[in-house]
Structure formats: C-alpha cells, structure tokens
C-alpha cells in the first residue's frame, strides 16, 4: 500500500535527473513547445541556434518568471501543490550586422522535488516495515549559442551548454520490532554534476508568393557522459521503545564516494513555420516540431535505465492584427496573440504504461514601446500521467510572466565629424 504524503512538486522527478524543464524560451511554451523554425528579430530563440541571426540588428535582453500550481491525484490521495521560480535569463546580440548573432543565457535543466511514504509488508510475515523516499536539488545550463546566415535562405547555429548543479535522494526503511523498539536505516544519495553538452541546428527560409514564407529547421544534441561526483552514505539508527535515547552510527561498508557520469542521450528536432510577413498586413505564423530522444541509452550512477524513447509533438500559432493597417492602430492591434498544444510521450514505464503529458497553451506580448520592447504572459493547462494501475496523474497551471527589452543603438558604431 502506497500513501503519498506532502508529495513535493514533481513525483515523478525521483527517476533520472529529475523533472525536465521544457526546451526553448516563453515564446516557444505559448506555441505548444514548437518554433524550431520560427525566428523573429523581437525574441530570443535558442531552440533552434541558426535562428539568431534574427537577432542581428539589435541587442535584446529576455527573463522570465514561471509558477505552477498542480494537483497530484491517485487513488487514494488528492493534494494541491504550488511553486515559483526563475524560468531563465538570456542575452543576445549581433555580433555580424544583418548576418550573425550571439546569445548567453541561465536556465533550469532539471528539477528534483518528491516525498514518497510506503507501507510495506513482507511476503508470508505480519511483519510491516515503512519505506520513506524523497529527494531535492536538480540542474541547471549556461549557455552559450550562436547563429550566422549562410546566403540568402540558410542559416546554421551551435550551442554549448556547461550543466551544473546537485542532487540529492533519500531512502529510509523503518520497521517496528517486537520490543516496541525502532529501527531506521537510511541511504543518502549525493550525485555533484559538472560538464559540457553540445549542439547543433539549421535553418532554411523561402519566399513563396507575394508576402508568405517558409521555413524549416532541424538540431541535434550529441549524447554525453556527464562528470559526476557520487557520494553514497548508509546510516543505522536505533530508537528504543521503552528507554530514552537512541543510537546512531554509520555503515561503512556501504559508504562509496566515486566518480563516473551520467549518460544524457541525444536529441533531434525538425519542424517548419508558414508566416505572412508584411508591411501593409496583418502579421500571422504556425509551426510544428517533432522532437525525440533516445532515453533508452540514458545510463545513470546505478547502471541501465527502464526509460524508454520519447517524442514531443508541438503546435502553435501567432497573430498581430497591426500590420499595415493605416493610421495609428488601437492598443490592442499591437498586442501579439498565440495558441498553442503539445503532446509528449515521457520516458517513464509502470506497470506496460509508457506515462504521457498533454497541454493547451497561450499567451500574448503587450509592446511598451517603439524598439520591439514588451511585457510577455504564457499559459499553460496540462495534464501529466494518469491514476489509474495504481499511478499517479498530475494536473497543472503553469503561468509565465516576464518581459523583452530590444534596443539597436547597442554595439552601434559612431561616425565623428
């Protein structure tokens, strides 16, 4: 029997690294995760890093704040959960007028958050025991991505990540004895990860007709054994029943402090993006990606992984109704509007159910000024696993708020008279 007691943020962040945060910036979580050929010169995409060259005419500075509040329900619990935290910062700038550009950049990679109560018995004994799991930390990437236009339709772009960060899991078995005395044995995990991971995308753009585009673009991300540091510490603790007092003492045959890494495997991505971009129109984009990963080659401290391979299907669509419409456009005829909707199949496999995470997105940019500057909400209904064979399902709002400032006199130079 399983209770679920003060479950953290993320259950399902006990297995792997923990919690994946989404690829790509706001922008892409308002279009359903998708825009790895979708560039526009007023953001930030480092989804796909051939896309900067968008951001060659001008120095953009782009963050964001995330929160999400989830209920995590299973057959025997129902609880409501709730967090905040930084989403991401980033910097771009042209570093070849028109033609390439530059981006560094903080974000999480994953998040650990659990705490996992089971009441155990042994097969054939009346014996119960408790076996208490949670865990904390996770991981975060600087980045640094650049992209260059190659001709007039092409564009190629790279990304070196250094991923850093800890974490650290618990499992404590407790069992009451026949002299009302307690036992607890508990084994503390510490893994301290440190190193480089890199990437590559493309990117090509064609004008079909009049004012409509279209482009495609694919990345990859090489697999890497990532450096880490693994500590792992048994601890005994005996707490009698009838005596005050209790004895601790540590297990040093268990005790290991080793390095090795952490394979993180590869990734792919394509999709297209069909725009009208026009002065005298309305501005309009969809895109689609497919993502997938090989997370049957992910290899941990602990050996081989039960992970499958997943996919990602993303979808979205941006409209500005502004363009071209002559004389000075309402407040609202600025304002960006997106929709989005993804679907992904997850690594994680219980009982011959590959677990799966659905969302409806949206958001929109209100401009604050002249330089492509804005203040940016996205939105996020989704819903994570499921609670039947005795799994657990999450269902969540995730809200996003943060904002872009643009400015082209950066990096400007003057001439002197």
């Not at 084994?187 to 995308?201: E, I, N």
């Not at 005994?236 to 952490?262: C, M, N, W, Y």
């Not at 299907?313 to 304002?335: D, N, V």
């Amino acid at each position: 029997m399983a209770q679920i007691d003060n479950p953290g943020n993320a259950p399902y962040s006990r297995f792997g690294i923990g919690e994946l945060t989404p690829a790509g910036l706001q922008r892409n979580m308002a279009l359903g995760q998708s825009g790895v050929a979708s560039g526009r010169a007023d953001f930030v995409n480092v989804l796909n890093p051939a896309l900067l060259y968008h951001n060659s005419r001008a120095t953009i500075f782009e963050s964001s704040l995330v929160g999400q509040q989830k209920k995590i329900v299973s057959d025997s619990v129902d609880r409501n959960v709730f967090n905040a935290n930084l989403a991401y910062i980033t910097f771009a700038f042209p570093v070849l007028y028109n033609r390439g550009a530059l981006a560094v950049g903080i974000a999480p990679y994953s998040n650990v958050d659990y705490n996992i109560n089971l009441q155990r018995s042994t097969p054939g004994d009346t014996l119960e025991y408790f076996e208490q799991l949670y865990g904390s930390g996770g991981l975060n990437r600087a980045f640094v991505a650049g992209g260059s236009r190659i001709g007039k339709q092409f564009s190629v772009g790279f990304q070196v990540s250094y991923i850093f960060g800890n974490i650290e899991t618990h499992q404590d078995l407790r069992l009451l004895t026949t002299d009302a005395a307690t036992l607890t044995v508990g084994r503390t995990l510490s893994r301290r990860v440190s190193d480089l991971t890199v990437g590559f995308g493309a990117a090509w753009q064609k004008k079909l007709f009049s004012d409509y585009y279209l482009s495609l673009g694919a990345t990859y991300d090489l697999q890497t054994d990532l450096k880490t540091q693994y500590q792992q510490m048994v601890v005994r603790k005996v707490a009698p029943g009838v005596t005050d007092g209790s004895v601790t003492d540590t297990l040093p045959e268990f005790t290991q402090d080793r390095q090795g890494a952490i394979r993180i495997p590869a990734s792919y991505r394509g999709g297209f993006s069909f725009s009208q971009v026009s002065l005298r129109k309305a501005y309009w984009s969809i895109s689609a990606d497919y993502a997938y990963r090989e997370w049957s080659n992910y290899q941990g401290m602990d050996g081989n992984s039960s992970f499958q391979n997943s996919y990602l299907i993303g979808a979205g669509a941006e409209w500005s109704p502004a363009r071209g419409t002559g004389g000075l456009p309402k407040y609202y005829e600025l304002m960006v509007y997106r929709l989005g909707f993804s679907y992904e199949k997850m690594p994680l496999v219980f009982n011959n159910t590959q677990l799966d995470d659905i969302g409806i997105n949206f958001g929109l940019t209100f401009p604050v000024n002249k330089n492509q500057s804005g203040i940016n909400v996205a939105f996020t209904l989704g819903q994570r696993g499921t609670a039947s064979n005795n799994l657990l399902q999450e269902k969540y709002f995730r809200c996003s708020v943060g904002f872009t400032l643009s400015d082209s006199r950066w990096f400007r130079r003057y001439k002197l008279d």
